[in-house]
């Protein structure tokens, strides 16, 4: 079976764009978690989505949101980007909302100039 | 406090040696302990996970300690290996009504000299 699958794999924008980041979850999954890792850190929350619905949020500005599509894959989308938004992007998937098993795809690198 | 503080940053351990890992926690609410490896350039792989009503949990080379009282948790490697040269995370959650997300450490750069 295919883990979970992120897409770009690597991206560079400059300050001010607009990003959005794509995620496929474990087939049968139905939770997306998004995460956040700075180099030499490690991950932060963004968000959590189950049934097309967000679950959970951290400590993130309005610039990022995320959606969940029928068929459970995830967007990430971030605004206004700034430099600080430099990160490894995870995406992480489990079964459902109450299943702490959470499984991470590769990330996708993002590059704020 | 939702801060989880994991130490040593870095670790060198001769082959076959014992690597380990520390991490302490606040908040009483987590109910579930994972152990992550990173490869560079890559995700997140669970390696093991523990919850408090157990003290201890093992598989293969790798074993959780968990002290409740104490708030604090260990991963071992027995056995170092090459290959085990990786970052090392805990993490811990607070389960389904906290979205299941999960608060990690700072990491632990493992390399394991042959």
């Known amino acids: 079976d295919a883990g979970v699958t992120q897409s770009p794999t690597h991206l560079i924008k400059t300050r001010g764009q607009h990003v959005t980041l794509r995620c496929s979850p474990i087939?049968?999954?139905?939770?997306v978690s998004w995460y956040q890792q700075v180099l030499g850190q490690g991950p932060q929350f963004i968000f959590q989505y189950y049934e097309k619905e967000e679950r959970g949020r951290g400590n993130f500005p309005d610039r990022f949101s995320a959606r969940q599509f029928p068929n459970y894959s995830s967007e990430l989308n971030v605004n206004a980007l700034l430099l600080g938004d430099s990160a490894l992007y995870l995406c992480?998937?489990?079964?459902?909302?109450?299943?702490?098993?959470?499984?991470f795809g590769p990330g996708t690198r993002l590059t704020v100039l | 406090q939702q801060q989880v503080k994991q130490s040593p940053q870095s670790l060198i351990v001769q082959k076959g040696g014992i690597s380990i890992i520390n991490c302490a926690y606040e908040?009483?609410?987590?109910?579930?302990f994972p152990w992550y490896q990173q490869f560079p350039g890559k995700g997140p792989a669970l390696l093991i996970a523990?919850?408090?009503?157990?003290s201890e949990k093992k598989e293969g080379r790798f074993t959780i300690s968990f002290n409740k009282s104490a708030k604090q948790f260990s991963l071992h490697i027995m056995d170092s290996q090459p290959g085990d040269s990786a970052t090392y995370f805990c993490a811990a959650s607070m389960g389904a009504n906290a979205g299941n997300m999960l608060t990690f450490g700072g990491g632990t750069r493992l390399m394991v000299k042959p």
């Open positions: 087939s049968g999954h139905k939770s």
């Open positions: 908040n009483t609410a987590f109910d579930y």
């Open positions: 523990i919850r408090p009503d157990v």
């Open positions: 992480a998937s489990s079964l459902a909302r109450a299943t702490d098993t959470q499984y």
